[in-house]
C-alpha cells in the first residue's frame, strides 16, 4: 500500500515538473514530444463468504478475500498528421487468501493454498485518426499466479458513422493459459505435476448510437470459445457411492453473450443508466443479467450513484450437489457457480471532480469510491469496495 | 448447439424501436452526452466488482471487458 502511494506521488511529481502545457514556439514547428495524458490509481477489497466450496465437493466454507490495485500510465504523442497515438502500460497485484483453496490438504490448516499473490502487467496501443473517425489498436496482457499462468493478446478497430452519431467497435482477444494441475491430496500419486492448456478465443463486436442530445445506447455481443482443460483439478465431486473424484468437464465451450446498455440525462441533477445481458452457451447455461444505475449531480463537482443489479441462472447440465452423481457420469462438478441461482448487487459510489483539483492539486483530477454488497441465493454473500484516483 | 432463446426478441424490439427514433445530433449538441456519468463503456472503479461476478457466476462477457485469462476460481 505505502509502495503505491509512492509510485503515484513520484509520478505526480514528474508531472509538476514536465508540466504538459509548452510555451508557443515562433518556428512554426510543433513539438510533438511524447507525454502524460494520465495516470490512475485502482485498489478494491473483496470479501465473501458461503458454505458451498467446489474444493470440498459443494459443501464447506467459501470465505475469501482479494486486495487488489492497479496503475496505469497512458502516454499520448500527436503524429504530424494530427493522428493521436496512446500507449497504456498497466501493472496489477492483487493479494488473496482463501479458506477454500487451504482444504486441498483436508488435514492442512493456513497452508501454501490459503493465499496467493496474482501479477498481471499490460501494454496496449491505440491509434486515433480522428479526421477519418476511426482507431486501431492492440494490446498485450499477461497474468500469473501460484498454479495459473495467462498470456493474452488482442487488436480493435473502430470506425464512427459520417455524422459522428453512431460507432462500430470490433475487437478480437486470444488467451492462452496454462493450468498447473494441483489435485485433492487423496487423489495424487503418479508422475508429478503437469501442466494442461486452456485457450480463449473472443471475438466482440459493438455498435453505439446516439439517438437524441439526452439519450445514446450501445449493442454489445460476444462470441467466446473455450478449448483444453476448462475445470479446476482441485475442485472434488463425492459421488453417491462415497468415493471421490475430481471435476471433469467437457474441454469446448461456446458462450455467446448478447447486451444493451442506454444513458440518459434528461436534465437537472439525475442521469438514469440501464444494462440489460442475455447470455447462453453450450454447457446448457443461460443467464439474464439487469443492472440500472442512477447518477445525482449533488453539486456540478459530486455526484451520489446508487445502483442495483439483479441475476438469473439456468444450472450447467454437468452440475449435481455433494453425493448427488451416480458413478458412471461423464461429466461432473459441484461448484455453485455453475448450478442455478439468483444474485442482488446494490450499492452506492461517490465521484469528485473539483475544478482546481483534489486538495488543490492541480493533476489530481478525480477521486472516486463505490461499495456494493452481494447476496447470492446460494446463501453466499460478499462486500466489495473499490477507489479510483485520476492524475490527468 | 446453442439456439436463440425467444425470450431476446423484445431486446430486438427494444433496439429497433430505439434506432429509428434517432435524430442527427451536431457537435454543440453534446453537452449531456459528454457528462462523464453518461459513459457507455466500464469504468475503472468498476473493475473489482466485475472480475468478482465472472468467477461467482457462470457467466461473463459482453460488458466491454476482458473475457478470459487468469483464474481467480477459489
Known amino acids: ?392 | 448447439m446453442i439456439h436463440i432463446s425467444h425470450r431476446l426478441y423484445p431486446l430486438v424490439l427494444v433496439i429497433a424501436l430505439l434506432t429509428s427514433s434517432c435524430v442527427s445530433v451536431k457537435e454543440f449538441q453534446k453537452g449531456k452526452l459528454n457528462d462523464s456519468e453518461m459513459t457507455l463503456t466500464n469504468r475503472k472503479v468498476e473493475k473489482a466488482e466485475l472480475s468478482f461476478q465472472s468467477y461467482r457466476e457462470g457467466s461473463s462477457g459482453a460488458n466491454a471487458g476482458k473475457v478470459g485469462g487468469g483464474c481467480g476460481c477459489n
Open chain 1, 1 to 392: 500500500m505505502k509502495r503505491n502511494f509512492i509510485t503515484v506521488f513520484a509520478l505526480l511529481a514528474w508531472m509538476k515538473a514536465y508540466p504538459q502545457n509548452q510555451p508557443a514556439d515562433s518556428s512554426g514547428y510543433e513539438k510533438r514530444k511524447l507525454k502524460i495524458e494520465e495516470v490512475n490509481w485502482v485498489s478494491g477489497y473483496y470479501t465473501q463468504d458461503g458454505n458451498n466450496s467446489a474444493v470440498t465437493g459443494g459443501v464447506g466454507t467459501e470465505e475469501l478475500t482479494d486486495f487488489s490495485n492497479t496503475v496505469d500510465l497512458k502516454l499520448i504523442k500527436y503524429g504530424k498528421d494530427g493522428v493521436k497515438n496512446n500507449l497504456t502500460i498497466e501493472v496489477g497485484l492483487d493479494n488473496y487468501t482463501s479458506a477454500s483453496s487451504d482444504m486441498i490438504d483436508l488435514s492442512a490448516n493456513s497452508s501454501a493454498s490459503s493465499a496467493d499473490n496474482r501479477f498481471y502487467p499490460s501494454l496496449s496501443y491505440l491509434r486515433e485518426n480522428d479526421v477519418k473517425g476511426q482507431a486501431v489498436g492492440g494490446g498485450l496482457s499477461f497474468s500469473s499466479e501460484y498454479d495459473y499462468f495467462s498470456a493474452g493478446a488482442n487488436i480493435h478497430f473502430a470506425k464512427k458513422s459520417k455524422n459522428r452519431n453512431g460507432e462500430f467497435t470490433a475487437k478480437f482477444q486470444s488467451f492462452f493459459d496454462q493450468v498447473t494441475m494441483i489435485k485433492p491430496i487423496e487423489l495424487r500419486g503418479g508422475p508429478g505435476r503437469r501442466r494442461e492448456p486452456r485457450n480463449t478465443y473472443a471475438l466482440s463486436l459493438s455498435y453505439s448510437q446516439i439517438i437524441n442530445p439526452e439519450l445514446q445506447v450501445v449493442v454489445l455481443g460476444d462470441v467466446i470459445t473455450q478449448k483444453g482443460y476448462l475445470g479446476l483439478p482441485f475442485h472434488r465431486v463425492y459421488f453417491n457411492n462415497t468415493s471421490v473424484r475430481m471435476e471433469n468437464l467437457p474441454d469446448t465451450r461456446l458462450k455467446i453473450p448478447l447486451a444493451v446498455m442506454a444513458s440518459y440525462f434528461p436534465g437537472g441533477r439525475v442521469i438514469i443508466k440501464a444494462y440489460y445481458r442475455y447470455y447462453m452457451d453450450d454447457w446448457k447455461i443461460s443467464s439474464h443479467t439487469f443492472n440500472l444505475e442512477i447518477p445525482i449531480k449533488v453539486t456540478p463537482t459530486f455526484s451520489l450513484s446508487p445502483f442495483g443489479r439483479m441475476y438469473v441462472q439456468q444450472a450447467t447440465e454437468h452440475f449435481a450437489g455433494y453425493g448427488e452423481y451416480t458413478i458412471d457420469e461423464t461429466y461432473y462438478t459441484s461448484n455453485y457457480d455453475l448450478s442455478a441461482f439468483n444474485s442482488n448487487f446494490v450499492g452506492l459510489g461517490l465521484k469528485y471532480i473539483p475544478l482546481r483539483g483534489i486538495f488543490g492539486i492541480k493533476h489530481f483530477n478525480a477521486v472516486e469510491f463505490r461499495y456494493g454488497h452481494y447476496t447470492k441465493s446460494t446463501d453466499m454473500i460478499s462486500d466489495v469496495i473499490s477507489m479510483h484516483l485520476k492524475f490527468k
